[in-house]
């Protein structure tokens, strides 16, 4: 068994990590204090102005196919750059990027949603989650009636990220009550703010925040329809499915970066005459902390490998989600204990992360969702444990 990185994995990290080095971690200090002064850490101008540097250090579309101008790479390397990404606390991502279900549209859809997303002069959202649906997404009401060529959509999505700030949201909508939901009766449509839906920003205690989507009787064209009449349900949950293990990886990175401050506060920090890190209570934390990054990131890249090989990697992205989210969360409390006061202050990064970091237990799939996927594929005999090393 050969645990190490090949030659071309380590290369694209190296790149990332020296990107993210130069170019994005000089801005976390003004990022702090945009957030204390209740500003956006880091404005859209300023963000693609980074993409576009990105872009000519070759990082453009990490999961984009090539024909469109992306670099296609495996998950494994995509996992390996989330996770560089995570080190900073500036809100960057690499740029190139749309919805993985956008690629089901037609070719005129493409030309007018798509690529435009990928080139970033528009800004997608995605909408399923209603007030009376989230974890139980078969539950929607949002209706999309038929109107001859068009269709009308009554109802309210909520906490969607980007949502207020979004050109257009891919919506799944109960399109015919007579059918399940998840078999035929929903389907996901485009929608540009230009055709009338209204949104509300929703505060948060992340940096940020979703937003509720209003549709009042909004007129869809029928050549708005993503996919399928009737796939609407199948392609949320593909939307969803996607970033369980880039999710995970991301908080790896931040789970790393969070851990060297601990490190070096406890070797520098004295109480009673000696440093804190001579203390039992703190090492512990440390060693508890590491193993746990450990275990993470072999869960993590054991998903994004098993992605990789074509292979249904559902059951080992849904552990990755679970355990890298509980992880980080857990790793980043005991940063902020090792630190004392200073650790809640606004002066270091460490209480942003406390709270944004909360999130990743709640968002694409709860703790206990992925609890009842991870278990439901046991239960009914769909998996081993052990996976494929049984
Ligand atoms: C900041 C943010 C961004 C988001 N972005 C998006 C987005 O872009 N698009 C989108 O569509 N949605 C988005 N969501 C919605 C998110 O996916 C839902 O919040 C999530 O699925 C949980 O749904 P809920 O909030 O309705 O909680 P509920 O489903 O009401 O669940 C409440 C609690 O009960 C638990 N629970 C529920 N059912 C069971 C059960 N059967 N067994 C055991 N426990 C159960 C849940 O795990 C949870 O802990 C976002 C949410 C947030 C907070």
């Known amino acids: 068994m050969d645990f190490s990185l090949s030659d071309e994995e380590k290369a694209i990290r190296e790149t990332a990590r020296t990107f993210i080095r130069k170019e994005v971690m000089p801005l976390e200090q003004e990022v702090l204090r945009r957030e204390r002064a209740h500003e956006p850490g880091l404005r ?70 798509l690529r435009p997303t990928i080139e970033g002069d528009r800004i997608s959202c995605f909408a399923i989650t209603e007030p009376g649906a989230g974890s139980d997404a078969a539950n929607i009401r949002m209706t999309a009636r038929r109107d001859g060529d068009d269709w009308i959509l009554d109802g309210e999505k909520t906490f969607i990220t980007n949502g207020n700030d979004a050109d257009f949201a891919i919506v799944v909508a109960v399109s015919d009550r007579d059918q399940d939901v998840r078999a035929g009766g929903s389907t996901a449509f485009l929608v540009d703010r230009s055709m009338g839906w209204r ?34 349900f199948a392609l949320g949950m593909q939307w969803i499915g996607k970033g369980r293990y880039i999710i995970p990886s991301h908080a790896v990175g931040v789970a790393e970066r969070a851990l060297r401050m601990a490190i070096d506060h406890a070797n520098t920090r004295e109480t009673f005459g000696k440093p804190l890190a001579t203390n039992q209570a703190i090492q512990w934390m440390i060693a508890d902390s590491e193993t746990e990054l450990e275990a993470a990131r072999w869960l993590i890249l054991r998903a994004a490998w098993t992605v990789d090989q074509g292979a249904d990697a559902r059951h080992a992205s849904s552990m990755s989600k679970l355990y890298g989210a509980r992880m980080v969360n857990d790793v980043v409390d005991r940063v902020l204990q090792i630190h004392g006061g200073m650790g809640y202050t606004r002066e270091l990064p460490i209480e942003r992360w406390y709270r944004q970091m909360r999130l990743l237990r709640i968002f694409e799939g709860t703790d206990e969702m992925q609890r009842l996927i991870i278990s439901r594929d ?13």
């Open 199 to 232: 949104s509300e920003f929703i505060p948060t205690m992340g940096e940020g925040g979703p937003a509720s989507l209003v549709f009042d009787s909004v007129r869809v064209p029928g050549r708005n329809v993503l996919g399928e009449v009737g796939q609407g």
């Open 378 to 390: 046991l239960l009914r005999g769909y998996t081993e444990i052990g996976g494929h090393l049984a």
């Open 44 to 113: 859209l101008d300023e963000l693609r102005e980074l993409q576009t540097k990105a872009r000519a250090f070759g990082f453009w579309g990490l999961a984009t196919p090539e024909e469109y101008g992306g670099m296609d790479l495996p998950a494994v390397m995509q996992s390996l750059i989330w996770t560089e990404i995570g080190r900073s606390w500036v809100p960057f991502r690499f740029g190139g990027e749309a919805d993985n279900i956008l690629f089901f549209a037609n070719d005129e859809q493409k030309a007018e949603f």
